[in-house]
């Protein structure tokens, strides 16, 4: 501690508080920057979302209090839970097949001898495109007159204005996107896995899926559930490729909790409604992260 | 790698049970090689669709190879959007946002990795904190906090909540920590201030992970998409993520066009994707939690 220094002061130690006073001055110096701009842009509007969901402000901030009047509307709102009945859904559709196509891939790549590095980059490609590239890209292929897709299989389906499929359709795309990420955290986990398990195993006769099953799974599951985790925070977030492929419809049949409160703060104008989605989102995302950190910490200490 | 290690069979004895497996394995391998171009063939369709003629690619069957090789839909696009403003919006953003984040993560990852002040812990707490806080939530405030400060439609809007990200310190922070204590101190006892340590010492020495946080950051800048189309709505700030939404309507079904625009949004990730693969797999492993 700084001012702990006994009475007796001697030259020595005053010298030791005057550098001791420097350091200070230069860790703040160091930290400032980052904390300041780190305050201002994402803890104040953090709590700025609590307060404004407490009121009937629009886009400008500028309302009254009312209490829990739009928590109280939003549960009656039935355009709320199709919000949410939809976002979960599709984190249905993508969080399990997602981590199961990684998996899967990052199998069949750590198994290669030559061409991993190419066939790995073929799969991990499209994770660097901008999401209306991509967005762009399956629109011409799943374009219901003339994309290769309906082409080859004589299928006549408008897969993005198809209440059935648009859903199915915007999950398949956001898996096309999105599983390189995975397939590398897997073969990161696969590599973690010593040899010698394996060579003790093969010796004691296991072979094929009882590897995989008794020793490949087991000691793969802190990066499973690091995956499983880690998409179920990123789908409920879920806006940009559902804005751009189907924007909500048809029939709202795609809308998303963020897309609803987008619609609501920045379309409509009612900043403290759209809040509200805010936090219901926040909430979510924050038991799923603590949730996230917990299994993490398990995996470290392990 | 480690999968596959199967026992080791002498070459002469080829068993049938080996040439079985050998067999299934070259199947498989087939299949694996098969399904990774399958993977990668919307963005091919893509590319070659962007140097037909309109007419062609409505054609059917569709050509897999373009029977006329036609670049106009590039100098169209060129000519008739703002792409190449957009282009430079992005890159002068995504290059500032790079900077910035590794610099201000630098500064306060090492004074809470190597400087022992009040409130540290405390900080290190705060920024942990941070980290699971989605901004997507807070969407409303932040946009009313920018327009406040009459910063939108501005690239200080766009910029400086993407600095408020705190996975680059805590990244930074989990490199010094492994750095011995004694280097640093070495080099204060031969004079040498913080800043010296930091710059001429545990800079150097996370290089890599430098450079790969680098090409990481700016390729989610570039990426980028949900922020900037909330705070930029002037047609020529915007970046090109969000500018190419804007021109596909205009040019209808006039997909080769489209197409040629999405190519020339996608060349920068792809090609720094192409060239650094090793990085970007450093530095996603590092972002996700796991250590390249």
Sequence with gaps: MLDTASQGATLVSREKRGHLRRRWITALLMVAPFVIIYLVFLIFPTFRVLQLSLTNADLTGQGQYIGLGNYTRLLREPTFWTALLNTLYFILLTVIPNTIVGLVLALLVTRLKRLKGLVLACFFLPYVLPVSVVTNIWNWLLDSNFGIVNTLTGSSVAWFQDPVWAMPAVAFVTIWWTVGFNILLFIAGLQNISPEIYEAAALDGASGPRLFWSITWPNLWPVTSLVLLLQLIAQFKIFDQVYLLTAGGPFDRTLVLLLYSYREGFQQQHGGYASTIGVVLMVVILAASLLQSRVLNRGERA | ?292
């Design chain 2, 1 to 292: 790698m480690t999968v596959a290690s199967a026992p080791r069979t002498a070459r002469r004895t080829v068993s049938p049970s080996v040439r079985l497996a050998r067999l299934w394995g070259g199947v498989v391998t087939a299949l694996t090689v098969l399904l990774a171009a399958l993977w990668v063939f919307p963005v091919y369709w893509a590319a070659v669709t962007s140097i037909k003629p309109d007419e062609e690619t409505i054609v059917t069957p569709p050509t897999f190879w373009p029977q006329t090789l036609d670049l106009s839909n590039y100098t169209y696009i060129l000519q008739n959007s703002p792409l190449v403003r957009w282009y430079a919006n992005s890159i002068l953003t995504s290059l500032a946002i790079t900077v910035l984040v590794l610099l201000l993560s630098l500064l306060c990852a090492y004074a809470l990795s190597q400087i022992d002040f009040r409130g540290r812990q405390w900080l290190y707490w705060l920024v942990l904190v941070g980290f699971m806080l989605p901004f997507q939530a807070s969407l409303i405030p932040l946009f009313i906090l920018i327009n406040n400060l009459g910063l939108v439609n501005n690239f200080a809007g766009l910029i400086l909540p993407q600095l408020a990200a705190p996975i680059a310190v805590v990244i930074y922070k989990q490199f010094f920590d492994q750095i011995p204590h004694e280097l640093g101190d070495a080099a204060r006892i031969d004079g040498a201030g913080e800043w010296r340590v930091l710059f001429s010492i545990f800079l150097p020495l996370n290089w890599s992970i430098t450079v790969a946080l680098a090409i990481v950051t700016f390729i989610a800048a570039w990426n980028n998409f949900l922020w900037p189309f909330i705070v930029l709505n002037d047609p020529p700030k915007l970046t090109i993520p969000v500018g190419i939404t804007q021109v596909q309507s205009a040019y209808g079904v006039a997909y080769a066009k489209t197409m040629a625009t999405a190519m020339t949004a996608a060349l920068p990730t792809m090609i720094a994707y192409l060239i650094f693969q090793r990085r970007v797999t450093e530095g996603v492993m590092a972002t996700a939690g796991l250590k390249g």
